[in-house]
């Protein structure tokens, strides 16, 4: 078992800027690669941004490219979201994974473990 709890989300102007935190316990955690998720109301979850176990690869959805920044610190159990040049359209709830055998994947079933997310609203 992993618990995964998020952090730092909030209210920013758009263009502003925002980390999320996403600390995990439980099972080691640098086995696992790691993503990031949003969910606006109304829409379905999508994936953002993803990064393998050790950090060498890391995966970006084409809305998010060149703006967020995903990295972890394995000695901190702990994976990062670095959001700039923040977009009212970025206004969603912001969820952390656990994927125990791939090396980062925007597929939604191939994660086992989830936090409860934060939430990240930009205003125009």
């Known amino acids: 078992q992993v618990q995964l709890v998020e952090s730092g989300g909030g209210l920013v102007q758009a263009g502003g800027s925002l980390r999320l935190s996403c600390a995990a316990s439980?099972?080691?955690?640098?086995?696992?690669?790691m993503g990031w998720f949003r969910q606006a109301p109304g829409k379905e979850r999508e994936f953002v941004t993803a990064i393998s176990w050790s950090g060498r690869n890391t995966y970006y959805a084409d809305s998010v490219k060149g703006r967020f920044t995903i990295s972890r610190d394995n000695a901190k159990d702990t994976v990062y979201l670095q959001m700039n040049s923040l977009k009212p359209e970025d206004t969603a709830v912001y969820y952390c994974?656990?994927?125990?055998?791939?090396?980062?994947?925007?597929?939604?079933?191939?994660?086992?473990?989830w936090g409860q997310g934060t939430q990240v609203t930009v205003s125009s």
């Open positions: 994974a656990a994927d125990w055998t791939g090396d980062g994947s925007s597929k939604i079933y191939e994660y086992d473990y």
């Open positions: 439980g099972r080691t955690f640098s086995r696992y690669a």
